[in-house]
C-alpha cells in the first residue's frame, strides 16, 4: 500500500482548501460559514480554470504551479482587505474532507484496477495518461492519433495538475485523483447543505451530515426492497417484488447474494430493451471509473453555492449581486461545460431559478433607469410582475450562458462536439421505478412542503396528485403526475410567501429536470433512445436533490420519548403534539438513512473481502495477473516520451481487452475504440480502421509504407490481439521497419519515415 502517497494528497488537498478560504469567503461572505464548506471545491475550479487557460499554450508542471501561485495571489489580496474567515468551520470541512478521502482510498486500495469491463476505465485511464504526456491543450486523442481529443477532458485536467503538483505516475495518480473527488463532491454537499440549513434557522450540523451522508454512503431504494422481499414470507415477498418492479434475484435471494452492480439498474425502458442507468455516487465511486458525471458534481454544487450567495445579499449589495451573477457563476458554467458538458445547462437553470425567485426581483441588476421601468410594470399588476420576473430573469440566465461559453471558447471551438435533440422517447419511465429510484428524496420532500398547512388542504391536494398519477400513468408519463405536483406546489409556495427557502428553488429544477427528460433527450451513439440522457441527468438529479433535503432536515428536534405518542401527534391539536411530530420525522428520518445505508455495508463488505493480495493503489497491478503476456511491453511502451503516434488492432468491439496499450499509456493509436464513432462520425473512424487493418494486412509494401507516413507512426504494436486478427505478424524485414522490443507474445516494430519506401 502506497501509504506515503496517501498522505501527499490528502495534504495537497486539505493545504489547497486552506489557501483558497480567504478568496473563498470574500466570494462566499453573505453564507453563514463564509464558503468554509465550499473551500476544497473553490481551490479545485480556481486551479483548473487557471490551468486551462495557461494550458492553451503550455500544460506541464509549471501550469499547475502558476495555477497554485494564482490562487495565493488571491488569498492574500483577499485578506489584505481585511476578509473574514471562518476557520473552524474549515476544520469541520477539513475532517469531513479527510474521512471521505481515506474512505474512498481504502476501498479502491482491495479493488484498483483500471480493466476495461463494466465502465469507462480505459478512457479516463488514458485521459489522464494523455494529458500528462501533453505539451498544451488540448490533448491528442489517444484512440485517434494526430487529432485533438473530441471529449470533456477538464476533470481529467484537473487530475493531471494534482498528480504534476505531487510528482506521481498516472498509475497511483488515477484512484488518488478518484477519492480526492469523491471526498470533494461529499464536502461540496456537506458545506451547502449545512449552509443552507443554518440559514432556515435549523442545525448546521445536521444539514450538512444529511446531505454528506446522501452522497458518501446512501442508494437507491432498490437494495432495502430487495432485502425486505427476501426477509417477508414467499407470497409477501414475490407481492413486494411485483409492486417494485424488481426481479427476485441477487439480494432478494438472500444476503450472500449480494452483487454491487444490480441497484444502478432498476428502471425498465420496455418490455425487451433493458434498463435505464440509474447509477447513485457511492455505485459510481465504487465502480471505480473516473468519469465526468462522477466529477462535475464539485462545480456543480459550488455554482450552486454561488446562486446562494447571491440569494442572500441583500438588495443594497448591488455590487456583489453583480459580481456574483456575472463574474463568479459564469466561470463555473465554463469549467462545467469542460468537464462535463451535461452539467452546464442545469448550473445555467437554477440560477434563472434564483434570480426568478430571489427576494429581490431579476430587474435590480440593470442599470437605474431600466430598473425603474420594470418596477412600474411591475406594480401594475400580478400577471405583470411574474411576466417581467420571467423575462427578465431568461434574459440575464441567458447572458450567463453566454459569458461561460466564452471564458472556454476554445474548448467550444475545438474539442465540443455537436448534438441534436430528440423529442418524445419511446421509453418512457414506469412508475415503479421511478418510486424505487426517487422513493427516499420524495420522502423528505412532499411532508416538508406540506407542512404547516391544514388537513383539509392537505388531503384535498393529496387526492389531485393521486388523479394526477392516475390519469398520467394510464398515458404513459407517471413522471408528470408524480413530479408535475411536487413542481407546482413548491413553485407556488416561493410565489406567495410560504415558508421555504433556496432548498424549494432547487426542488423546483430537480423537479424540471425529472418531467423534462421525459420528453426531451439527447440523440447520440452512447445509448438507445433516451438512455444516456436520464444516465447524465439523474447524476445532477441526484447531486441537487442531496443538498436540498440535508437544508430540508436541518431543523428536526432530536428524538424523544414523546414520540410515542404518534397517535395524537396525528391530530396535531397541541404545541407538544407539534414537537412530538417533529421527534417521529426525525425517526422516519434515521429509518430512511439506515436503509439507504445497507448497500454501502455489503458493498465495502465484498469489495474488502473480496481482496486476495496485499492492498494497492496501483491501477496496472491487475495487468501482470490477468494478462501477464503483454505487460513487460505495455510497460515499455508507457516509458516512451512525448506522444509518439503507435498503429495497433482498433477496438471494434468495446468493453474488452483491446487498445490497452494506449489506453494504459496515452501513447496515441491510429484507431482505438469505437467511441470515437460518437465523437467524429462514423465514416471517419471507418476509414482509419480500414486503413489499419491495410498496415497489418497488405502484402504490398509500398501501400504499407504510404499509410504509415500518412499518420506519422513510430511504432507498429503486435500482441496477441494483433496476431488472432491478423495473418501477418512480421514486417521487420521492410525498409524503415525494425524490431524495437521483443518478447514470445509481442513484437512492437521502430517505422523510420526516412527509410520508408516511397
Do not use: C
Not at 480556481?46 to 494564482?70: C, D, K, M, R
Not at 477538464?154 to 505516475?169: E, V
Request: hydrophobic share 50%; glycine share 12%.
Amino acid at each position: 500500500m502506497e501509504y506515503g502517497l496517501v498522505v501527499v494528497w490528502l495534504g495537497l488537498f486539505l493545504a489547497l482548501g486552506a489557501v483558497a478560504l480567504p478568496a473563498g469567503s470574500a466570494v462566499f461572505a453573505t453564507l453563514p460559514d463564509r464558503g468554509a464548506g465550499l473551500a476544497i471545491p473553490f481551490a479545485f475550479a480556481w486551479l483548473a480554470f487557471v490551468g486551462y487557460w495557461i494550458g492553451q499554450a503550455t500544460f506541464g508542471p509549471e501550469t499547475a504551479i502558476a495555477a497554485l501561485v494564482s490562487l495565493v495571489v488571491g488569498s492574500g489580496l483577499a485578506m489584505r482587505h481585511g476578509v473574514e474567515v471562518h476557520w473552524r468551520r474549515y476544520r469541520d470541512a477539513a475532517l469531513v474532507f479527510t474521512l471521505a478521502f481515506l474512505l474512498l482510498v481504502g476501498i479502491r486500495a482491495y479493488d484498483p484496477a483500471v480493466h476495461p469491463v463494466g465502465g469507462e476505465k480505459f478512457l479516463d485511464f488514458g485521459l489522464l495518461a494523455s494529458l500528462l504526456r501533453a505539451g498544451s491543450l488540448p490533448p491528442e486523442d489517444m484512440w485517434f492519433a494526430n487529432e485533438p481529443v473530441q471529449y470533456y477532458y477538464g476533470g481529467h485536467m484537473l487530475a493531471a495538475m494534482f498528480a504534476q503538483l505531487t510528482d506521481t505516475a498516472a498509475k497511483y495518480a488515477y484512484n488518488l485523483a478518484l477519492a480526492g473527488y469523491y471526498a470533494a463532491f461529499v464536502t461540496a454537499a456537506w458545506g451547502i447543505g449545512g449552509a443552507m440549513g443554518a440559514g432556515r434557522g435549523g442545525s448546521y450540523g445536521r444539514g450538512g451530515a444529511v446531505a454528506a451522508f446522501f452522497v458518501a454512503l446512501a442508494s437507491n431504494l432498490s437494495p432495502p426492497i430487495r432485502l425486505l422481499v427476501w426477509a417477508l414470507p414467499t407470497t409477501l415477498g414475490d407481492r413486494l417484488a411485483d409492486l417494485a418492479s424488481i426481479d427476485v434475484k441477487w439480494l432478494a435471494t438472500g444476503p450472500s447474494n449480494f452483487h454491487y452492480w444490480f441497484a444502478s439498474r432498476v428502471m425498465e425502458r420496455g418490455a425487451s430493451d433493458g434498463t435505464f442507468i440509474t447509477e447513485f455516487p457511492f455505485f459510481a465511486f465504487l465502480n471505480g471509473d473516473l468519469h465526468g458525471h462522477m466529477m462535475s458534481p464539485v462545480f456543480l454544487l459550488l455554482g450552486v453555492g454561488l446562486a446562494y450567495a447571491y440569494w442572500r445579499t441583500t438588495e443594497e449589495d448591488a455590487f456583489r449581486r453583480a459580481g456574483l451573477v456575472f463574474l463568479a457563476i459564469p466561470p463555473v458554467v465554463g469549467l462545467l461545460l469542460v468537464v462535463n458538458t451535461w452539467s452546464a445547462p442545469a448550473l445555467v437553470g437554477i440560477t434563472w431559478l434564483t434570480l426568478l425567485f430571489a427576494p429581490t426581483p431579476p430587474w435590480r441588476l440593470l442599470p437605474t433607469r431600466v430598473a425603474a421601468r420594470f418596477d412600474r410594470v411591475a406594480d401594475a399588476g400580478i400577471l405583470r410582475q411574474e411576466s417581467a420576473r420571467i423575462a427578465v430573469a431568461t434574459v440575464l440566465a441567458g447572458v450567463i450562458a453566454a459569458l461561460g461559453a466564452i471564458s472556454v471558447a476554445p474548448f467550444l471551438l475545438g474539442p465540443a462536439t455537436g448534438r441534436s435533440i430528440g423529442l418524445f422517447p419511446e421509453s418512457p419511465s414506469r412508475l415503479a421505478g421511478l418510486l424505487v429510484v426517487h422513493g427516499g428524496f420524495l420522502a423528505i420532500t412532499v411532508p416538508y412542503l406540506g407542512r404547516g398547512h391544514s388537513r383539509d388542504r392537505l388531503a384535498m391536494v393529496g387526492l389531485l396528485a393521486i388523479a394526477a398519477i392516475g390519469v398520467t400513468s394510464a398515458l404513459g408519463v407517471p413522471a408528470v403526475g408524480l413530479f408535475g405536483p411536487v413542481l407546482l406546489g413548491a413553485w407556488y409556495l416561493l410565489r406567495t410567501g410560504g415558508d421555504v427557502n433556496f432548498e424549494t428553488v432547487l426542488v423546483v429544477g430537480v423537479m424540471g429536470l425529472l418531467v423534462l427528460v421525459e420528453f426531451v433527450y439527447v440523440i447520440e451513439q452512447a445509448g438507445p433512445g433516451r438512455l444516456n440522457t436520464v444516465f447524465k441527468v439523474y447524476a445532477q438529479v441526484w447531486a441537487l436533490w442531496t443538498v436540498a433535503v440535508g437544508a430540508m432536515t436541518a431543523g428536526l428536534p432530536p428524538i424523544k420519548p414523546s414520540v410515542r405518542r404518534f397517535g395524537r401527534t396525528l391530530r396535531g391539536r397541541t404545541g407538544r403534539d407539534t414537537e412530538t411530530a417533529g421527534s417521529v420525522a426525525t425517526v422516519l428520518l434515521v429509518v430512511l438513512l439506515v436503509s439507504t445505508s445497507i448497500y454501502a455495508g455489503f458493498a465495502i463488505a465484498t469489495t474488502v473481502g473480496g481482496q486476495s493480495g496485499s492492498p494497492t493503489l496501483d491501477a496496472h497491478a491487475y495487468i501482470e495477473a490477468d494478462h501477464p503476456h503483454e505487460a513487460a511491453a505495455i510497460e515499455w511502451v508507457g516509458d516512451r516520451s512525448g506522444q509518439p503516434t503507435m498503429v495497433s488492432a482498433p477496438g471494434e468491439s468495446i468493453y474488452e481487452w483491446v487498445n490497452a496499450p494506449s489506453s494504459m499509456t496515452g501513447v496515441p493509436t491510429v484507431a482505438g475504440w469505437s467511441h470515437e464513432i460518437g465523437y467524429r462520425g462514423g465514416e471517419a473512424y471507418r476509414s482509419r480502421v480500414r486503413d489499419v487493418d491495410a498496415i497489418f494486412e497488405t502484402s504490398d509494401q509500398r501501400t504499407r509504407a504510404n499509410l504509415l507516413d500518412r499518420y506519422d507512426v513510430t511504432y507498429m504494436y503486435v500482441g496477441p490481439v494483433e496476431r488472432e486478427r491478423y495473418e501477418r505478424h512480421s514486417y521487420g524485414d521492410e525498409p524503415g521497419i525494425s524490431v524495437a522490443y521483443e518478447d514470445e507474445w509481442v513484437t512492437i516494430y521502430r517505422v523510420d519515415e526516412s527509410e520508408l519506401t516511397a
